[in-house]
Structure formats: structure tokens, C-alpha cells
């Protein structure tokens, strides 16, 4: 194959699988900028006890994002095989893990939300908030872990968009119902939660209606989803395994940000939670262009064709450098003016404002990290590395420059974050590196 054609048929599979992925993630993490906007209309501790109680839901989605990273490496490696079976047993293993984490966190969010709660904060009135949004939210947790596992599913066999109609429909019935509770009926934050629970319930039945519409074979009789043996578990979880350490300590270490972001005052905390909700609208984009190639990757190292996968891992590389550029420039300029329609004081738009454009800067090594750590190293089988590197520029960079800028220097919020993105830099050139070894390109099936 000529390098010409190459690049044809990978830009051309890059953007059958990252189209509907780009715009399904656009409208998820849309779900959380509209909870954060129309909740942004009622105060500061409003937002910002959305904002803390999010937390422990970005925890446990992360902790199943791991679970389900894990799974979707066998499940691109055996599709590329052409194995139905062995798809139906990571299916199994992946959504019992995932339905266990669930329950284990509403738990938290229904017994213990104050104490959380108060890692972040003694703002009483934020508690509050945080507490009320909480009790409701639980729901929601056991519904996610059903939705983003049916996702990596479809996303593993390359039915991307199913996933993405689904979550338009969620996304309209977010909009609609968080407009009529908050609004309307003046539920302030628990019409919030409640529209996020109804969102959910919307989206499961669609994926599961369509699936069945289109006769998509991820799901077969229950006993052959769990039709495997303890050395089969053995081989899932020694690949496995370091993925969700790794998404669990990542996902911690950025919840101990949060805890010295704390130090910066009550107006850094809300100023962070408003520029959080928005640059995810925009970072997203990247992370999903990733996400596809990850994909593509990995079905070729399961097709045993190493050499096209590492060429194909390059310019992965390349297209998430230029998407991520212009995405970034376009954050600079444009979020500032999303700022500007919060309904808080405007030191608060002032700092996310300011917020925004470091995260803007650092958007390119943030999302190349993504591609060599999620797209590339970890499709491969890579996962101990990843992991070692990912706690490496958290818990022994970002961490400590959070608590230095913020507890003892005093910095405002937007130079902490600059701060911390330092070991964003550090993991580019550690990963790129390991990336350029190829020692990455192992075939696990």
C-alpha cells in the first residue's frame, strides 16, 4: 500500500468513526455545560455545590472509563479478529464490574454526601446545595454505568452512531425538562437532577431499541457473556487491571486539585467550576478524534497487521495536532464570551475568563497526551507504563504545584492551573518518546 493510499484509508475510517463519535461526546459533556449555564443563572453557591457534587460522579465515571478502557481493547482486538464470542465475555465481565462500582458510589451520594462534600468546601450553603443535588443524582449513577458500557460496546465494533442519536435525544430532553424544573417549576439545583436522571432513562432505551432495530449481535444469551474460565479472567485483568488504577489515581489526584483550588477562595472555586463545564465542549473534540483512532489501532494489531498500525498510530498523532490547534485557538477567543453570560459577579467572569485561555494554551500536550497514553500505548497492551507515567505527573508534579500555587504561594485560580499543567508537559515528552519505541504494538488476542 502507498504512503497516498494510506493516508486515504486512514483520514477516511478516521472520519466515519470520529464524526459521530465527536458529535455524541459534544452532546454528553453539553449535558454538564447545560446543568452549569441554567444553574449559573441562580447564584454562586449554586454552581459551585454542582459543580463539588460532580465530583464524585467524574470519580466513578472515571473509575468506569477504566473499566471500560480495559474492556475496549479486547473488544477492538476481537472484532479486528472476527471473534463474536470473545466480544460477548468482555461485554459481561465489563458491565458486572461497572453495575458493582455504581452502587458502590451511589452509596456515598445517598449516606455520605456531606462528608465529601466537605473535602472541598465548609461552605455551608454550597454543602447544601451539593447535598440536595446529590440525593436526587444517585439515581443516575447506575443508569450511567449502563449507557457508557452499551457506548464502548457499539463504539468497539465501529456502530458510532447509534451512540451519537442517542445522546441528541438525551441531550433535547436535558434541555427541555431542566428548563421546565428550573425554570418553571423552581426546582433550582434538584430539577437538575432529576432532568439528568430523566436524560439517562431516554438514552438507554433508544440504545437498546436501536440495537435490537438493527439486529446488532453485542448482546446474546446470558450465559455466554459469562462463558469463561479463571485463566481467561487472569489474562483480562493482567492487561486490565493497570487501566483502572490508572483512570481511578488520575481521576483522584485531579479531585485533590479541586481540594487545593479550595485555598484559592470562594470565587476561584466557582470561577473553576464555570470554566471546567465549558472547556470540556471544546477538549472533547480532540479526546474523541483519539478515541476513534484508538479504535482503528486496535483493530488492526488484533488483524495482526503491526507494521499499518504503528504508521496509522503517527498519524493519529499528526491529525490530533492540528484538530487540537485550532480547537484551542478557537477556546482563547470564544470562551471568555461564554463567560460572559453567567449570572455572577464579574471578578467570578473575570477569573474563568482568565481560566480559560491557560487551558487554552496547554490544550495541545493535554489532548497528544490522550492520544499517546489512550489511542496508541494502552491498544497495544502498554498499560503498566501509562500507568506509571499518568501517576508520575500527577501525584508527584500537578499535586504539589496545586497545593504550592494555591496554599502557599496564594495565587489567583488561572496561574495555579498553569502551574499544574506543568506535568502535562513532562508526560508529552516521557510518552512521545515511548511512543517513537514501538515497543507498544503487541497483538493480545
Given at each position: 500500500?502507498?504512503?497516498?493510499?494510506?493516508?486515504?484509508?486512514?483520514?477516511?475510517?478516521?472520519?466515519?468513526?470520529?464524526?459521530?463519535?465527536?458529535?455524541?461526546?459534544?452532546?454528553?459533556?453539553?449535558?454538564?455545560?447545560?446543568?452549569?449555564?441554567?444553574v449559573g443563572q441562580l447564584s454562586l453557591d449554586a454552581v459551585t455545590g454542582l459543580g463539588l457534587s460532580k465530583?464524585?460522579?467524574?470519580?466513578?465515571?472515571?473509575?468506569?472509563?477504566?473499566?471500560?478502557?480495559?474492556?475496549?481493547?479486547?473488544?477492538?482486538?476481537?472484532?479486528?479478529?472476527?471473534?463474536r464470542a470473545g466480544i460477548h465475555r468482555v461485554l459481561g465481565i465489563v458491565l458486572t464490574v461497572n453495575l458493582l462500582v455504581?452502587?458502590?458510589?451511589?452509596?456515598i451520594a445517598i449516606f455520605a454526601p456531606r462528608w465529601f462534600l466537605s473535602i472541598f468546601t465548609q461552605n455551608q450553603l454550597v454543602i447544601e446545595e451539593g447535598v440536595r443535588y446529590l440525593a436526587i443524582a444517585s439515581i443516575s449513577y447506575l443508569l450511567s454505568a449502563i449507557s457508557v458500557?452499551?457506548?464502548?460496546?457499539?463504539?468497539?465494533?465501529?456502530?458510532?452512531?447509534?451512540?451519537?442519536?442517542?445522546?441528541?435525544?438525551?441531550?433535547?430532553?436535558?434541555?427541555?425538562?431542566?428548563?421546565?424544573?428550573?425554570?418553571?417549576?423552581?426546582?433550582?439545583?434538584?430539577?437538575?437532577?432529576?432532568?439528568?436522571?430523566?436524560?439517562?432513562?431516554?438514552?438507554?432505551?433508544?440504545?437498546?431499541?436501536?440495537?435490537?432495530?438493527?439486529?446488532?449481535?453485542?448482546?446474546?444469551?446470558?450465559?455466554?457473556?459469562?462463558?469463561?474460565?479463571?485463566?481467561?479472567?487472569?489474562?483480562?485483568?493482567?492487561v486490565t487491571l493497570p487501566v483502572i488504577a490508572n483512570e481511578f489515581m488520575w481521576a483522584l489526584g485531579i479531585v485533590l486539585y479541586e481540594v487545593a483550588y479550595q485555598f484559592t477562595g470562594d470565587y476561584g472555586q466557582g470561577a473553576f467550576q464555570l470554566s471546567e463545564s465549558i472547556q470540556h465542549i471544546f477538549l472533547m473534540m480532540g479526546f474523541s478524534v483519539g478515541a476513534a483512532s484508538g479504535i482503528i489501532i486496535a483493530n488492526h494489531l488484533g488483524a495482526g497487521d503491526r507494521e499499518l498500525a504503528i504508521k496509522f498510530s503517527r498519524k493519529a498523532v499528526l491529525t490530533g495536532a492540528i484538530v487540537t490547534a485550532t480547537l484551542g485557538l478557537i477556546l482563547f477567543f470564544v470562551g471568555p464570551l461564554i463567560v460572559s453570560t453567567y449570572n455572577v459577579s464579574a471578578e467570578v467572569q473575570t477569573l474563568a475568563a482568565r481560566n480559560l485561555m491557560v487551558?487554552?494554551?496547554?490544550?495541545?500536550?493535554?489532548?497528544?497526551?490522550?492520544?499517546?497514553?489512550?489511542?496508541?500505548?494502552?491498544?497495544?497492551?502498554?498499560?503498566?507504563?501509562?500507568?506509571?507515567?499518568?501517576?508520575?505527573?500527577?501525584?508527584?508534579?500537578?499535586?504539589?504545584?496545586?497545593?504550592?500555587?494555591?496554599?502557599?504561594?496564594?495565587?489567583?485560580?488561572?496561574a495555579v492551573l498553569a502551574m499544574v499543567y506543568i506535568e502535562e508537559v513532562v508526560k508529552f515528552f516521557i510518552a512521545g518518546n515511548r511512543v517513537r519505541k514501538?515497543?507498544?504494538?503487541?497483538?493480545?488476542?
Open positions: 500500500m502507498t504512503k497516498i493510499n494510506e493516508n486515504k484509508k486512514f483520514l477516511k475510517t478516521l472520519a466515519v468513526l470520529a464524526l459521530p463519535m465527536v458529535l455524541q461526546d459534544f452532546m454528553t459533556h453539553s449535558v454538564n455545560f447545560v446543568d452549569m449555564w441554567m465530583r464524585l460522579f467524574f470519580l466513578f465515571i472515571m473509575l468506569v472509563f477504566g473499566v471500560n478502557s480495559g474492556g475496549a481493547i479486547f473488544m477492538g482486538q476481537y472484532h479486528g479478529k472476527g471473534d455504581s452502587a458502590i458510589f451511589a452509596a458500557t452499551i457506548v464502548v460496546a457499539l463504539r468497539s465494533i465501529k456502530q458510532t452512531k447509534i451512540p451519537m442519536f442517542a445522546s441528541a435525544c438525551a441531550l433535547v430532553t436535558k434541555i427541555g425538562v431542566n428548563a421546565l424544573f428550573i425554570f418553571v417549576l423552581d426546582m433550582g439545583i434538584i430539577g437538575a437532577a432529576w432532568s439528568t436522571v430523566i436524560a439517562r432513562v431516554v438514552e438507554i432505551a433508544i440504545q437498546l431499541f436501536l440495537i435490537k432495530r438493527y439486529r446488532l449481535q453485542i448482546f446474546t444469551k446470558l450465559r455466554k457473556h459469562f462463558d469463561f474460565d479463571w485463566s481467561y479472567v487472569k489474562g483480562y485483568c493482567k487551558i487554552a494554551i496547554f490544550t495541545i500536550p493535554r489532548t497528544i497526551n490522550y492520544f499517546f497514553i489512550i489511542a496508541i500505548l494502552r491498544q497495544g497492551g502498554d498499560t503498566m507504563f501509562c500507568l506509571m507515567v499518568d501517576v508520575v505527573g500527577v501525584w508527584l508534579i500537578g499535586i504539589p504545584m496545586a497545593f504550592l500555587g494555591a496554599r502557599v504561594l496564594g495565587l489567583p485560580i488561572y514501538n515497543k507498544w504494538a503487541n497483538r493480545l488476542v
